[in-house]
């Protein structure tokens, strides 16, 4: 271990919210508004532990093995705990769900505006949208280096299915995508 590194801290409480120290992350409790009536805490308490369990969503999205190794250990501890107490640990399976069964990701190239249909396409088939536009792309390959190979059309649209990093030939429009998703189905069943 060459490192410690602490996130959320508080100086006055002499506390972190997070500590990595190497390749473990530790999470501390989960709590926001303690002033708030106890069910909005519950419900605030599980938002922030469902936050901190997007870690596998970054490794997924990123690609980078660091973030992979990060995300990896911390659901192997998740584990065990569910094992003791599956009842109380119903994100931590979740994220385990979508490490273990990944999703796909939609990266939308676009040479102008991001289509107003893309959150929906993305919410209708469980898929992860990304847009990619001129003024968007340096931002965008730094969090998801993959879609930096992904040229901006001269005009219109290309929209790529991935799973973890991995891309096929893309579609030029909104039924070319759903064509590509059909074959996805059929090719998983």
């Known amino acids: 271990m060459n490192e410690i590194k602490r996130y959320e801290v508080n100086e006055e409480w002499a506390h972190s919210g997070i500590v990595q120290a190497g390749d473990y992350c530790f ?6 508004n ?11 308490a599980f938002d922030v532990m469902e936050e901190r369990l997007a870690l596998v969503g970054l490794a997924r999205l990123t690609g980078e093995s660091r973030f992979r190794a990060l995300a990896g250990r911390q659901l192997n501890w998740l584990a065990g705990q569910a094992g003791d107490y599956p009842s109380e640990q119903c994100f931590a399976l979740l994220a385990m769900a979508e490490a273990l069964y990944p999703g796909l990701e939609l990266v939308c190239v676009s040479a ?16 992860t ?7 968007k792309a340096r931002g965008l390959a730094r969090v998801a280096p993959y879609t930096a190979d992904y040229p901006i059309p001269a005009e219109g649209i290309r929209l790529y299915l991935c799973r973890e990093g991995a891309c ?16 996805r189905v059929y090719a998983l069943s």
């Open 27 to 32: 999470l501390n409790y989960c709590v926001r």
């Open 34 to 44: 303690i002033d708030s009536p106890i069910e909005q805490q519950v419900r605030e």
């Open 112 to 127: 102008g505006e991001v289509p107003d249909w893309l959150a929906g396409v993305g919410e209708a088939y469980h898929l």
């Open 129 to 135: 949208a990304l847009a990619k536009t001129a003024d």
């Open 168 to 183: 096929q030939a893309p579609a030029d429009t909104l039924e070319g995508l759903r064509r590509l998703l059909a074959d």
